[in-house]
Structures are given as C-alpha cells and as structure tokens.
C-alpha cells in the first residue's frame, strides 16, 4: 500500500512537472507576437510621426552669373526676405565663397536686401572655398513645421513570411510618415497646425437685413444670380 502511494506522489509529481512546462512552452510561443504587438507602431501617422513647429535653420543659396545677380535672383531674395518678414528671427548671414572675386555681387546682395527692407541685421562674411567660386548662402532661424522622425526607414521586411512580427497586422513604421512631411512642408503659416485662427466679426449689416427679412415673411436666404459667358456656355 505504501508503495502504491510513493507511486502515485511521484507520478502526481511528474504530471504537474509536465503540465507547468506545457504551459511555459504556450507563454514562450506567445512571446514573439507579443513582442511584435508591442514595438508595432501605433495606427493614426499623428502619432507615429508628429509634426512639430519650433526655430529652424532656413537656407537659401544664389547663384551670381558674370559676377552679378540678375532678375531672377533678385526676385529670390526678394521672397527670401518676404519669409524672415513673416516667420524669422535674429540676423541675416550672408556668405559668399571666399577667393571668388564676388565683390560685385555681394554689392548686388546689399543692394537687394535694402529694397526689401532689411538693413542692420545682416552679417556678411566668407565661407572656405577652393576659389573656384559656388553659391552664395543665405541663413537665418524661423518658425518650421517638420516632422520629428526619419521617413524612408525600413527597420523591418514588410515581405517577411518567416516570422511572427506580421501577424499583428499593424502599419509598417513608415506608414503616414511622407504625408506627413509633405503637410508640413507645405503649410503656409505653421501655426495653423497648432491651433485654428480667431473668427471675425459677424456681419452686423447682413444679420440685421436677415432678421428684417423673417420680420417681413420674406425668405432670408441670398439669391445669387448666375450669368453665363460665352466661354461658360461651352459644353451646355
């Protein structure tokens, strides 16, 4: 009787001993997918790659053809300055190559910058060339919108069939990351992604002529009358 007894401890034992490793082993083949689910990045490209407006460098270079700026690098300082207006801070650099004999056109640099209305907060130097001339380059900080994270990174193989980190279904890190970027650069004011702009004024003249005419039983929708052109009768 006791021997059947120590039999039974021992074969109780040995069955547990398999039961906790069976489930061990369940919890280890869990592990990857779980791991997956947890380094997947999230779903909305908010969130993923956040666009974020803070001070940026903003570069621009020129190019001086015979020594001297001509029309269309004056409209591009023009513009240039037209954006430090809106959005930019501290000093103007302006650097030209250094032993390229642009003397002239650093001249023409001046001379643009003070048609657009920009004076004493221009600093203007040399940057090391092989004397073979190249751009001059225009800095300064201003207000940006970019995106914090590297687009075009590919951490994984999206074609992968050999492991588990697929099968949470989840967006692949770049997803959203170009749209985001391109939103970014192509915002005029980077403040509006932050926030929405105060309203104007209501109309106090059209509200007035509104409730006159509910007052009157006339309807107070506007009727706008459509005059076609001869252009716009095409295809009618």
Known sequence: MNKLLAFNAKFAAALALAASAALSGCVLDREPLAMATAIAPPDDPEIAHPIVVSQQRATMDVYAARGRLDEREYGRIKEFVASYHSFGSGRIIVAAPSGAGYGQAMADVR???????????????????????????????????????????????????GTTTGWNNAPYENFGCAYQNALAQEVADPRDLMNARSLDPADGSMRMRAVRNVEGGTDPSTTWTVRLTPIGTVGG
């Open 111 to 161: 001379k643009a910058l003070a048609a657009a209305g920009i004076h004493g907060v221009v600093a203007m130097g040399t940057y090391p060339s092989n004397g073979e001339g190249g751009p001059i380059k225009f800095l300064y900080r201003r207000l940006t919108a970019h995106v914090t994270s590297s687009c075009g990174l590919w951490p994984s193989d999206l074609a992968s069939a």
